[in-house]
DNA sequence: TGTTATTTTGGAATCGATTCCAAAATTAAG
DNA sequence: CTTAATTTTGGAATCGATTCCAAAATAACA
């Protein structure tokens, strides 16, 4: 049904006026004059004309679009907020973004940048779904590029992540202020695992322990992995302690799931017995748990405005890792004994 | 750091060689001799050369790129999937995705239309985030568009949904052929909402028990809202009757978490005493809960393909209703009581 | 009013590919 | 060894915008 577009050619003469005329109309030239202008927007108006996005890209050598490979996002669903920050940023400024999921296969990363400078992008944020170190070919070298949620060895890019020490720290400064002394804390991973985010989580925790001159306790810190049925079984041994745990800190909301299976399998009341506070701000848990979970976020959709907008000032930067904070979600889960 | 591009006259002069021998060249035409052919090859190797997306696009008036507008993808993370499969496939076919989320906002998505028209998009999928009627303006007429998880009024478009009434009669019947005989459903909106999934699946249930005999006991049927906590009041009353079910059909995995909540409140185990199933396949509830909830999933991803590929069918058909079938994932929630 | 300075305009050249047509090269036929 | 038929090639025209430069129109000034 679409009706043949109308070009700028079409315009002018129409318009009784020169292309450069109408070209100079479209871009807000101030060297039109005021009844040209009106005269050459009425025939825009009128005939519903809508210039050619390719040919103005061909000449001004702009696209005005971003490439964004994400590895992986089916896997951790909740990521989906760093696409979110990005696409909002670019339709801000006009962009629109070309998105594709690598899958975390590099043959399909690689292709996927091709394809993407191919089409003149004007820069790629790469977005990895959880805290990690990456390592990306030399050509990502050729465009302005930006990393989300990940870094490389050699620190040649932009950069931001999640600071996972603030966030440990602050979770574990809540249960304190509350007035809960022996806090446990469940690892996602073990600390000399690849991944940042149990080991800076860890430092957090102990660093906040230290502010109130308290010390880490061996048999109160577990290793899990992640999900809900290890935590389960951490914490069934944390609460069969002899001297058992007020609070726990779960490094994820998954793993707090497990948590709260388990207390409740001990007939333990939450937060009454036991509060627990979660990572990862997850809806589909932390809202829908009962009672409502407290955690940390992830500042996924800053981290993917932030990246949008280092690409917008386009002269790169040095490299800079940025680190971005966690906010805290504060629901019911925990017990307040002092304040 | 990026060296200039070639462009093909750079190719050509450097090969000897025509503009047009290059060209040919690269889009294979057999008229070419071998020997030129290899020695065109030659240089573009060497130089690295990739041909201009934007020019390409320009003369041969097609983009290979297609448009993909959302709506709320942010609310129902578990949705990805649609978006997962649509670049897969088009990913498969040499073509990219232009992906805007316009979060609900008429005048966004308006707007998203009209950037995408602008590139030139060979088509556009309007995706919902969960199976509903849409309305679009008279604008998504001009290109051939596809309809993913929703339909309009006027049925102009084709379109994807998934079959609610199959899988609610699914799930009913796996359930009894379990041997259940009474067996509750918590519906996730009132019969009367605008949303067809209620009214659906509280169909396939009824046709499932109309299948053994069994006649739907109003007392079994709980409207529920969705969310964790409505589904927690549901179950409570529901095992408060003089003959409480043995097994529950809970039309969101989010309420099946409400659901086990309140079993396990009232000290009943899963599935010994209370066999349950829900709805989505939400990977962060039906792998993470104990046990492992069996459930039955929506095809986004197949939607999501299906899409692509119409639109890759380009002559439009004739619009039509596409049903998906909802497969089940069997877990362990269900308790087989004969078999 | 005639000159000069300034503002506004038209249109050719350009971006980097594809495509078409006529010319050149090669092969086949006589 | 011609001539005709066929294969291969070069390059101009084209897609639809922007941009630059010179020309035309207008304004300013004496």
Chains 1, 2 share one sequence.
Not at 20 to 25: A, K, L, M, Q
Not at 180 to 208: D, F, K, T
Request: hydrophobic fraction near 40%; proline fraction near 7%; charged fraction near 20%.
């Amino acid at each position: 049904m679409s009706t043949k577009r109308y070009t700028i050619q079409d315009i002018a003469r129409q318009a009784d006026v020169g292309v450069g005329t109408v070209s100079r109309v479209l871009n807000n030239d101030v060297s039109v004059k005021p009844t040209t202008r009106s005269k050459v927007q009425a025939v825009i108006q009128a005939m519903d004309y809508q210039p050619s996005f390719m040919a103005r890209s061909l000449r001004t050598q702009k696209s005005n679009t971003f490439g964004f490979i994400a590895d992986a996002v089916t896997t951790t669903p909740f990521a989906v907020n760093l696409v979110k920050g990005a696409q909002d940023a670019a339709w801000e400024h006009g962009k629109l973004l070309l998105i594709v999921d690598a899958d975390n296969n590099p043959e399909m990363r690689e292709r996927a940048l091709e394809s993407m400078l191919e089409r003149d992008v004007e820069g790629i944020i790469y977005a990895a779904m959880f805290h990690q170190e990456v390592s990306l070919s030399e050509a990502f070298g050729t465009v302005p590029t930006v990393l989300v949620d990940c870094y490389t060895a050699d620190n040649r890019f932009t950069a931001s992540v999640p600071d996972e020490v603030q966030a440990g720290r602050d979770a574990t400064r809540e249960l304190l202020r509350r007035g809960h002394e022996r806090v446990a804390i469940i690892l996602n991973a073990s600390l000399e695992s690849p991944y940042p985010a149990a080991a800076g989580r860890y430092q957090g925790y102990c660093e906040a322990l230290e502010e109130v001159n308290l010390q880490p306790m061996p048999e109160l810190v577990q290793i899990g992995e992640g999900n809900a049925a290890s935590a389960f079984a951490c914490t069934l041994t944390l609460m069969a302690l002899p001297d058992p745990p007020t609070a726990i800190f779960c490094c994820t909301d998954r793993m707090a799931l497990g948590t709260y299976d388990a207390l409740r399998s001990l007939n333990l009341n939450i937060p009454n017995d036991v509060s627990v506070i979660g990572f990862d701000n997850q809806a589909v848990i932390a809202e829908q748990l009962y009672p409502p979970l407290s955690t940390m976020a992830l500042p996924h959709e800053a981290m993917g405005r932030w990246a949008i907008e280092q690409l917008l000032e386009h002269p790169s930067p040095p490299p800079t890792n940025h680190v971005f904070p966690c906010p805290l979600i504060s629901r019911a889960s925990i017990k307040i004994l002092k304040t």
